[in-house]
């Protein structure tokens, strides 16, 4: 299990909310607001917050730019992980990752899984990095941002968290980027 390291002093991070959807607003996006208030209450600073409609193009834009943004180290999207016809988050992101992190889908099935049952099936979570940026996409509802934040990324977020974290290695996450012959994300 893990836990906090007191000795340590807290940083934090500059996260950028990105929601997934076709009829949403800032008024009304309870699951943006979900994650802004979360990340903003743990100590972390929001550095942008949008809504972009379900379109590949669209979504690609805002996660390209936040990518190359210094100002940027994390990424969470809310919405647009499921099977309908307008549902295509991971397949506008996937593509961006020079580094799958197949871990958190896990993470966040098992947790899921404990309060919806089997119906957390449904939800296509995904996580990666591109170029030293951690980009963390939930399903659309506040619920699963809840769950996705309170149970994997608050912790993983914090420099504190022992054994281990993200923010201790952000550090390196950008050495293949460093070498002459790196290749970064095909899209």
Sequence with gaps: MSSIDE?????PLNIAVLTISDTRTLADDKSGTTLADRL???GHKLAAREIVTDDVEAIRAVIRRWITDRGVDAVISTGGTGF?????TPEAVEPLFEKRMDGFSIAFH?????KIGASTIQSRATAGVAGATFIFCLPGSPGACRDGW?????????YRTRPCNFVEIMPRLDE???RAKAKGASA
């Design 110 to 114: 098992m947790l899921s899984h404990a």
């Design 150 to 158: 309170d149970g994997i990324l608050a912790a993983q977020l914090d």
């Design 84 to 88: 309908t016809g307008r549902d295509v």
């Design 176 to 178: 293949h980027l460093r």
């Design 7 to 11: 000795s340590k002093s807290f940083i």
């Design 40 to 42: 903003t209450a743990a």
